[in-house]
């Protein structure tokens, strides 16, 4: 498999844990109540919406047998990858303030 290959599998493999982990920081604030629909809640619900889309679009381009696609594809889930990493450090710096 080329190295492009291995670039997307790992998006999709670093996307799905960061999923997970988005889907746990809404769970433990809404459980705890910790918040009512703050900012922090609404980033972390929104780490889902773009950790999901990075999966997705990974996936196309795995899956993919046309080239132009696969490298489309995989650009976007880059993109959206950067912009959710950008994403929990925005909800972490939030936390932070709020629990100081």
């Keep these: 498999m080329s190295a492009n290959g291995n670039k ?3 998006i999709l493999n670093a996307s799905s ?5 988005s889907f746990i ?4 604030l809404r459980a705890l109540k910790l918040i009512h629909t703050t900012h922090v809640d ?3 619900s929104l780490g889902v919406v773009i950790f999901t889309i990075s999966v997705l679009f990974s996936f196309l381009s795995i899956r993919s ?3 132009r696609a696969k ?11 950067l912009f959710g990493l950008l994403n929990i450090l925005v909800l972490i710096a939030l936390i932070e303030i709020k629990l100081v």
Excluded: C, R
């Excluded at 844990?17 to 982990?21: A, H, T």
């Excluded at 920081?25 to 433990?28: Q, S």
């Design 42 to 44: 609404q980033f972390a």
């Design 65 to 67: 047998n046309k080239m």
């Design 8 to 10: 997307v599998e790992h």
């Design 25 to 28: 920081a809404v769970t433990t």
């Design 17 to 21: 844990s960061l999923l997970g982990f």
């Design 71 to 81: 490298k489309t594809y995989e650009t976007i889930a880059e993109y959206v990858f």
